[in-house]
């Protein structure tokens, strides 16, 4: 049987050396809970998008003003990723090159991409199941009564 790697514990859980301070232990504990602002001039799709799940974050208490450009540029990939998807749906898969040789529809490629950027934001924002699933509740934070991992005083 192989010999297994370091385990990966998620950053909430942390060696406690059983000092009592009331720095922050992370940034995310210093950074007040306030949603961004919604950019001006975004396009229809993208703002229709960020009136959706900005709300939804912010409900939990997982933003901070900071977030904005990030939550900006991951529904500029999700929009971008439906639009591909809309126009490979719509469109043949396969058009004919110059030379009349079968080729995909470049709007696969442009999907493909977007979507996997999206996915990596996503992951980073708490926007899919599983990083939800993961993150602690703000309200119990790191050093909740079920931790077995936190000091308790």
């Known amino acids: 049987m192989g010999e297994r790697g370091k385990l990966k514990l998620p950053?909430?859980?942390?060696?406690?050396?059983?000092?009592?301070?009331?720095?922050?232990?992370?940034?995310?504990?210093?950074?007040?809970?306030v949603a961004?602002?919604?950019?001006?001039?975004?396009?229809?799709?993208?703002?229709?998008?960020?009136?959706?799940?900005?709300?939804?974050?912010?409900?939990?208490?997982?933003?901070?003003?900071?977030?904005?450009?990030?939550l900006e540029l991951a529904l500029r990939h999700y929009v971008t990723a439906v639009a591909a998807s809309d126009d490979v749906i719509s469109s043949p898969r396969l058009y004919?090159?110059?030379?009349?040789?079968?080729?995909?529809?470049?709007?696969?490629?442009?999907?493909?991409?977007h979507s996997s950027a999206f996915l990596e934001y996503a992951k980073q924002l708490g926007l899919t199941f599983v990083s939800r699933?993961?993150?602690?509740?703000p309200d119990e934070g790191a050093g909740g009564a079920d931790n077995p991992f936190a000091a308790h005083g």
């Open 36 to 70: 961004p602002e919604k950019p001006g001039g975004l396009p229809d799709s993208v703002s229709a998008a960020w009136d959706v799940i900005v709300p939804a974050l912010d409900e939990v208490g997982v933003l901070a003003r900071c977030d904005g450009p990030a």
């Open 96 to 113: 004919d090159d110059k030379n009349e040789r079968p080729m995909k529809n470049p709007s696969s490629q442009v999907f493909r991409d």
């Open 133 to 137: 699933a993961r993150a602690p509740r």
């Open 11 to 33: 950053p909430h859980l942390r060696a406690v050396d059983g000092g009592q301070s009331d720095a922050p232990a992370t940034l995310a504990d210093a950074a007040a809970p």
